[in-house]
C-alpha cells in the first residue's frame, strides 16, 4: 500500500479510476479495503461524498440492493477476478519427510540406530593376521569353520531395516491424523452456508462462495462471514469484541454506523447488508495475515509491519493487538485439540514414565551384568592378557552386549501407547461422523465417556422442534383444536394474520413438503413457523400480506432477544397513523395487556383479576399439557405527536390481546429411551429452557427425566437464584450445593443462569469425584456455558454459527439420543485403550524378564534384537490397531462412569497381566533350559558370536509370539469376563491382523534365516507351538476363577493420585507446570501490563483529542516509540505460553486487549 497517510487517499484513487474501470466495477479493492476501515458518521460521511450513499455503492459494484447478483456465471469469475475469493489460506501441513524426521527423533530409536551402525562398521572390519583366533581363545571359537563369519552384517541390517520400519508407520499415522483434522475440518467450514439474495431468489450458500457484491440477509445469532455495508436494518446490534475488545454491543443503522466486519456477530435483529470486502481482504483475514496465519511466523511479521505502515496496517494495527490473543486463540483452537490435558492423557503420561524409568533400568543393569561376566570370565579365570589385535573382537562382543540391553530397553518402552491412544480417537471421530456426532476437539470425545450430568435444552433436543399450534384462546372461547375460519369472528382473525404475517422475520417461511406425503418444510425459526402454520390452517395466506408490506416498509422492529421475551413490528397505516404488532411468551405479554377481543371482535378492558383467571383457565392447563404458550397483541398510535420509538417501556405498554395459542412440539420418539439408558450408566439428565414450567415439567415427565412422586426439584430462574445467592446478590457454592444435586428441570432460564448452574456443578466438592458435565446449547447467549463445560454439544440444524464455535462437539442431527452414542463412543475409547495396555504390558513384563536373565545366565539374550522388534511391531503397531478399533457396545452403558481419579489398571487388568506373564514365563524359561531335550536336538545356549541360528532358540522365538497372538484374544475383555470370543468376527480389522501376523510368522521362522536368527522348524514343532500358545486360552479361563478380592495389593498402578491433580483451573488453562513463586511473578506482571496499558490509552486519548487526527492514526504513529519500551518489559517473561501475551501487549490498545489475552495463560 506503499507509504502514505489517509489523506493521500484521494489523490491515489483519482490515479487509480481508469486502471479499476477498465476492470468494469465502479471501485478498486484497494478502495473498498480502505473503506471499510472507518467507522461511525466518518463512514457515512465518505459513502455519501465518495460514493452516493449506499446504492452508489450497490450500482458501482453492478448490484441490486433487492435483487442481488444475476448470478451469470461470468459476472462472477469476473468479481472472483477482481476482488478475491471468500478464503483465507489454512497454514501448510507438514510434509510426509518433516513427519518422518519428526518420528526419527525417538530416543530408543536413535540409540538402536546407533549400535547397528557401530555393529555394520564392526562386522566389516577383519583383525590382521589369522594366528589371533588362537590368541583370543574361546571367545571366538567356532565361527570360522562355519564359515559364517561374512553374515555378521545380516543382524546391523535388519535392525536398521526394522527401525525404518516403525519411523514409517509412526509418521504415516501422524499424517493421516493430520489429513483427518483437516479434513474434519474443512468440512465444519463447508458445512456454514449463508443466506444471499441471487436473482431476487433467498438461497443458502456455502461461506466460501459468497462474492463482492452479493446482498446478504443477517439475523441474529449469524456470524458475519464478510464485510459488508449495511443496507437496511432493523434493531440491529453486533458484538465486535472478536475485532476490537469492546465487550459492550455496537447498534448499527444505515444511517449512523453501518459498516460490518467479518467474524463479528449479530447478537439482535436482522437486515441486509451488500458485501464490500471477502477473504483475505476483509478485517479478519487482514488480521490472519498479520499473524501470519499460524503463531510461527509472527516474530517475522512482526518487524514487517513496523516498516509497513500504510493506511492499511495503521488502521489494523490497534485492532490487531486487540486481538493478539483472541483471534491468536481461535487459531490455535482450531489447529490443535485443546491444550488441556484429558482425564485418560493424564493417566497414560504417569504410566508411560514409570514403564519408561523401570526399563531403562533393567537394560543398564543387563548390560553392565554383561560386560562384568565376560570381562571376569576372560581376563581373571581364563588369566588372559588384552592383546592388541584382539581389541576390535572384544568390542564386538560388547556390542553385541550393547545391542541387547537396548532390545531390552526397547522391549519396555511402550511407544504403541501414544499410538493406540490416537489410532483409537482417530477411528471413534471417524465412527462418530455416521452416528451424526461431529467431533471439533479429539479428547472431547474421551471425556464423553466420564460424563456424569448432561444438562441439555429442551426444544429441538429432546423434542423434534417442528412446531405446531394445536389449541387456542380468541374472542372468549379455548378451542382444544384448531377452529374452522368460518366460526371466528372476522375483526379479530384479520388481524391475527395481519399481525402473525407480518410481525415475525420475513426469512421464515412453511415450503411445500421435499417429497410426496411428507410433512412441510418449515424455514427459520420454528415457533414462528408453528404461527404461520396456524394462518394456513385457517385457511388463509401470509404471502400476500408480506408482499403487499415488504420488508422495507416495516416502519420499525423490535426484535426477539432473552431479555425482552417478545418481538414487536411497526407499520405505518394508510391514514398517516401507525400499528404495532406484538408477539412473546404469553405471561410476558399478557402482563402488559389492559384490553384483550371480546367475541365480536371489539377491545374490552382486561382487569388484573381477568389476567389471573385467564392464566388459571387457559395458560395452565395448556402448560401442563406440555404446550408452549404465545400470546399475539397489538396496539395503535396516533400519527401526531409521534412517540418516542426509544422509549421501549412506554411502546411495550397498554397492548390489546388477540389470542392465545398453544404450539406443541413433540418430544422425539427417541428420547425416552435414550434417557433412560443415560440413567442406567449413572448420568444424571437435567433439563435447562427458556420455557414456562409448567410446560417444562410436562415434557420432562414425558422424556422420563422426572417421574412422577420422586423427590426432586422443578424450578424456574428466579426462584434458582433466589436460592443460590446471598444477601448481596452474589452466588454462593454452598447454596448451589444444595440446589444442584435434586435439580431436574431448571425453567425460564436466562443464558447466566445455565452458565452459573454448570459452573457450580463443576466446582461442587461435596461428592468425592468431580462431576464431569456435558451441555448442549444452541443459542448465541450459550457460548459461555458450552465453553464452560467439560464437553459442549451445539445443534448442527438449530444451532447459531457462536454456539459452534464455543462447542466440542456438532450434533448434526440436533437429536439427544446422539449425545447417548457419543457417551459410548467415549466409554469405547476408554476400554480400547485398557485393553492395549492389559495386552502390552504382559509382554513387556515377559520380555523383560526374559532377555534380562537370559542374557545374564546365558551371556545371551533368548530373543534377538531383531526378533525383539519384530514382537515389538506386533505389539504396538498391530495390537494397537486391532484393540483401538472394537465397535462399542450397548454393554458399556450399563455401567456406572469410571471418574478422574480410578486407576487406568484396574485390579481385574492387573490380575490378567501378571497371570498370563507367569505362564509365558514358566513356559520359556522351561524351553530355555531343558528344551533340548525335549524335543532332542541341540542346545543353543552359550553359542559363540556369529554363530548360525539354532532350532532351540526358534522354538522360543516362535512359542513367544504364538503365545502373544493368543493373548492377544484374552485382552479383547477386561472386565473379567469368560467368553473373549463374543462379537470377534464383527471387528473385520481384528481378525485380519491376528490372522496376518500368523502368515507372517511362518514366513519369519521358514525363510527368516539370519537375519532374524532362525531356523526353520518341522510341521511336530510347530504344532508344540501353537498348542503351548493355545494354552493362554485355557490359562485365561483359570485366572478369571481367581476372585480379585484375594489380590489387594493391586490396586496402585497409573492412578492419579490427589496430588497429582493440579487443581482444575491450572490443568485447564497452563501449558507447563509452573511453581507458585513463578505464578505470582507472572499475576504481577499482567497487572503490570494492564495498569501501563490503560494509562497508554489514556494518553492517546487525551493526545489525540488535542491534535485532532484520527484516532488509531495516531495510534499507529506513537506505536513505534512505546513498543520498544514495552518489549523490554515482556523480556522477563520466560515461558512459550507468554509469547502470545508479549506480542498481544507490544501495541498499546484498551485494556480489553490484556483481558482478551490473559486467559490464555490462565492467570486472570
Known amino acids: 500500500m506503499g507509504d502514505m497517510s489517509n489523506s493521500d487517499f484521494y489523490a491515489k484513487n483519482q490515479r487509480n479510476e481508469g486502471a479499476n474501470h477498465a476492470a468494469g466495477f465502479g471501485c478498486s479493492l484497494m478502495e473498498l479495503r480502505s473503506l471499510m476501515e472507518l467507522r461511525g458518521t466518518e463512514a457515512v460521511v465518505k459513502l455519501q461524498e465518495d460514493y452516493g450513499g449506499v446504492e452508489g455503492l450497490c450500482k458501482r459494484l453492478k448490484t441490486s440492493p433487492t435483487e442481488g447478483l444475476t448470478g451469470a456465471q461470468g459476472d462472477l469469475d469476473k468479481r472472483k477476478e477482481e476482488f478475491g475469493k471468500n478464503l483465507i489460506p489454512p497454514k501448510k501441513p507438514k510434509t510426509f519427510l518433516q513427519l518422518v524426521w519428526e518420528a526419527l527423533q525417538d530416543v530408543t530409536l536413535i540409540i538402536l540406530e546407533v549400535a547397528a551402525l557401530i555393529s555394520l562398521g564392526l562386522s566389516f572390519y577383519h583383525p590382521p593376521g589369522e594366528s589371533s583366533g588362537e590368541s583370543c581363545g574361546s571367545v571366538q571359537g567356532g565361527v570360522e569353520d562355519e ?19 516403525v519411523v514409517l508407520v509412526t509418521a504415516f499415522n501422524d499424517w493421516s491424523k493430520e489429513k483427518q483434522f483437516r479434513g474434519l475440518q474443512s468440512r465444519i467450514e463447508q458445512e456454514q452456508k449463508f443466506q444471499v439474495v441471487r436473482g431476487s431468489q433467498v438461497i443458502q450458500l456455502p461461506v466460501s462462495d459468497i462474492l463482492v457484491g452479493d446482498i446478504a440477509q443477517i439475523k441474529y445469532g449469524d456470524l458475519l462471514p464478510a464485510d459488508g455495508v449495511l443496507i437496511q436494518g432493523n ?19 444505515a444511517d449512523k454506523d453501518p459498516m460490518l466486519l467479518s467474524g463479528t456477530h449479530v447478537m439482535e435483529g436482522s437486515g441486509r447488508m451488500v458485501v464490500t470486502a471477502v477473504g483475505v481482504n476483509s478485517q479478519t483475514g487482514i488480521i490472519f495475515t498479520l499473524l501470519g496465519a499460524g503463531v510461527e511466523e509472527e516474530e517475522k511479521k512482526e518487524k514487517k509491519v513496523k516498516k509497513q505502515d500504510g493506511a492499511a496496517a495503521m488502521e489494523m494495527q490497534p485492532l490487531k493487538s486487540a486481538e493478539g490473543g483472541e483471534e491468536e486463540k481461535e487459531r490455535k483452537k482450531v489447529s490443535i485439540p485443546k491444550k488441556e490435558k484429558s482425564v485418560l492423557q493424564g493417566k497414560l503420561t504417569k504410566l508411560a514414565v514409570q514403564i519408561g524409568k523401570a526399563g531403562l533400568l533393567m537394560s543398564a543393569i543387563t548390560v553392565i551384568i554383561l560386560v562384568l561376566y565376560f570381562a571376569i570370565d576372560a581376563f581373571v579365570i581364563q588369566k588372559r592378557p588384552w592383546l592388541p589385535e584382539c581389541t ?8 553385541k552386549f550393547f545391542i541387547i540391553g537396548v532390545t531390552v530397553l526397547v522391549v519396555a518402552v511402550p511407544e504403541g501407547l501414544p499410538l493406540a491412544v490416537t489410532i483409537s480417537l482417530a477411528y471413534s471421530v471417524k465412527k462418530m461422523m455416521k452416528d451424526n456426532n461431529l467431533v471439533r476437539h479429539l479428547d472431547a470425545c474421551e471425556t464423553m465417556g466420564n460424563a456424569t450430568a448432561i444438562c441439555s435444552d429442551k426444544t429441538g433436543t429432546l423434542t423434534t422442534n417442528r412446531m405446531t399450534a394445536v389449541q387456542c384462546y380468541i374472542g372468549d372461547v379455548h378451542y382444544k383444536e384448531i377452529p374452522e375460519p368460518g366460526v371466528l369472528p372476522p375483526k379479530s382473525l384479520d388481524l391475527l394474520v395481519n399481525s402473525i404475517s407480518i410481525n415475525s422475520a420475513y426469512t421464515t417461511k412453511i415450503l411445500p413438503p421435499d417429497k410426496e406425503g411428507g410433512l412441510p418444510k418449515q424455514v427459520g425459526n420454528k415457533t414462528e413457523c408453528g404461527l404461520l402454520g396456524l394462518v394456513l390452517d385457517l385457511k388463509r395466506d401470509y404471502q400476500p400480506i408480506r408482499n403487499q408490506i415488504p420488508e422495507e416498509k416495516l416502519y420499525k422492529v423490535y426484535t426477539f432477544n432473552s431479555v425482552r421475551k417478545s418481538m414487536s413490528t411497526v407499520v405505518k397505516l394508510p391514514d398517516g397513523s401507525f400499528r404495532m404488532y406484538s408477539k412473546g411468551a404469553s405471561e410476558i405479554v399478557l402482563k402488559k395487556c389492559n384490553h384483550i377481543l371480546s367475541e365480536v371482535g371489539e377491545p374490552r378492558v382486561f382487569r388484573p383479576r381477568d389476567k389471573d383467571e385467564m392464566v388459571k383457565k387457559v395458560i395452565e392447563p395448556m402448560a401442563c399439557d406440555g404446550l408452549r404458550t404465545i400470546c399475539v397483541a397489538y396496539r395503535d398510535f396516533p400519527s401526531d405527536p409521534e412517540p418516542d420509538w426509544d422509549d421501549e417501556n412506554n411502546i411495550l405498554s397498554d397492548l390489546t390481546a388477540i389470542c392465545v395459542v398453544g404450539i406443541e412440539d413433540p418430544v422425539r420418539p427417541e428420547v425416552p429411551d435414550a434417557i433412560q439408558k443415560c440413567q442406567r450408566a449413572g448420568i444424571t439428565v437435567r433439563m435447562v429452557t427458556g420455557d414456562n414450567i409448567n410446560t417444562a415439567r410436562a415434557i420432562a415427565i414425558k422424556c422420563g427425566i422426572i417421574h412422577p412422586g420422586e423427590d426432586f426439584l422443578c424450578i424456574d430462574g428466579k426462584e434458582f437464584n433466589r436460592r443460590i445467592r446471598n444477601e448481596k446478590g452474589e452466588v454462593e457454592q454452598e447454596r448451589i450445593d444444595k440446589v444442584w444435586p435434586k435439580l431436574r428441570v431448571l425453567a425460564r432460564s436466562s443464558p447466566t443462569d445455565k452458565h452459573t448452574l454448570v459452573k457450580g456443578i463443576i466446582d461442587s466438592t461435596m461428592v468425592e469425584q468431580r462431576q464431569v458435565v456435558a451441555v448442549t446449547g444452541d443459542g448465541t447467549n450459550d457460548g459461555p456455558a458450552l465453553k464452560k463445560a467439560d464437553v459442549g454439544f451445539a445443534m448442527g440444524i438449530a444451532g447459531t454459527d457462536v454456539a459452534k464455535e464455543a462447542s466440542d462437539i456438532i450434533l448434526t442431527d440436533d437429536n439427544f439420543s446422539s449425545i ?25 513384563v515377559v520380555a523383560v524378564i526374559v532377555a534380562f536373565t537370559g ?30 478399533t472394537e465397535p462399542p457396545t450397548e454393554a458399556l452403558l450399563r455401567r456406572k462412569p469410571y471418574g478422574r481419579n480410578k486407576p487406568l489398571i484396574s485390579s481385574t487388568m492387573t490380575k490378567n497381566i501378571l497371570g498370563h506373564g507367569v505362564y509365558q514365563l514358566i513356559i520359556i524359561f522351561l524351553l530355555l533350559f531343558i528344551g533340548e531335550q525335549i524335543f532332542d536336538i541341540d542346545s543353543g545356549r552359550n553359542a559363540p558370536l556369529h554363530a548360525p541360528p539354532s532350532e532351540h532358540y526358534t522354538i522360543i522365538f516362535n512359542t513367544f509370539v504364538m503365545m502373544q497372538l493368543f493373548n492377544e484374544i484374552n485382552a479383547r475383555k477386561i472386565h473379567g469376563e469368560r467368553n473373549v470370543f463374543e462379537g470377534i468376527f464383527r471387528n473385520p480389522i481384528f481378525c485380519s491382523i491376528v490372522f496376518g501376523t500368523f502368515a507372517v510368522q511362518i514366513i519369519i521362522v521358514q525363510f527368516g534365516g539370519k537375519p532374524f536368527s532362525c531356523q526353520p522348524l518341522d510341521l511336530e ?22 476372585p480379585n478380592s484375594k489380590l489387594r495389593f493391586l490396586r496402585r498402578a497409573g492412578q492419579l493420585s490427589q496430588k497429582d491433580e493440579l487443581p482444575e483451573e491450572d490443568v485447564n488453562e497452563e501449558n507447563e507446570e509452573i511453581d507458585h513463586a513463578e505464578r505470582e511473578l507472572r499475576r504481577g506482571q499482567i497487572l503490570w501490563f494492564r495498569g501501563l496499558n490503560r494509562i497508554q490509552t489514556q494518553i492517546e486519548v487525551v493526545n489525540t483529542f488535542k491534535s485532532g ?44 486487549a490484556a483481558a482478551a489475552a490473559a486467559p490464555s495463560t490462565g492467570q486472570c
Open 147 to 165: 564359515g559364517e563369519a561374512e553374515a555378521g552384517w545380516i543382524e546391523g541390517a535388519a535392525i536398521l531395516l526394522s527401525v525404518v520400519c
Open 235 to 253: 434493531d440491529l446490534k453486533i458484538d465486535e469484541s472478536s475485532l476490537t475488545g469492546e465487550s459492550d454491543h455496537v447498534k448499527k443503522a
Open 392 to 399: 576390535p573382537i572384544y568390542i564386538q562382543y560388547f556390542v
Open 820 to 844: 447417548v452414542k457419543a457417551v459410548m463412543w467415549g466409554r469405547n475409547v476408554y476400554d480400547s485403550i485398557s485393553k492395549f495396555l492389559q495386552f502390552q504390558l504382559t509382554v513387556n
Open 855 to 884: 542374557a545374564c545366565i546365558t551371556q545371551d539374550s533368548p530373543l534377538k534384537a531383531v526378533q525383539m522388534l519384530w514382537v515389538n511391531l506386533i505389539m504396538d503397531t498391530f495390537a494397537s490397531l486391532a484393540l483401538a
Open 1021 to 1042: 514343532k510347530w504344532m508344540w507351538c501353537v498348542f503351548l500358545g493355545l494354552g493362554e486360552l485355557v490359562w485365561g479361563q483359570v485366572i478369571a476363577t481367581i
Open 1109 to 1152: 487526527t484520527s484516532f488509531q492514526g495516531a495510534g499507529a504513529l506513537r506505536r513505534q516509540s512505546s513498543t520498544t519500551s514495552q518489549n523490554q518489559d515482556v523480556t522477563n517473561v520466560s515461558s512459550p505460553s507468554h509469547v502470545s501475551l508479549s506480542n498481544a501487549l507490544s501495541s498499546p490498545t484498551s485494556a480489553a
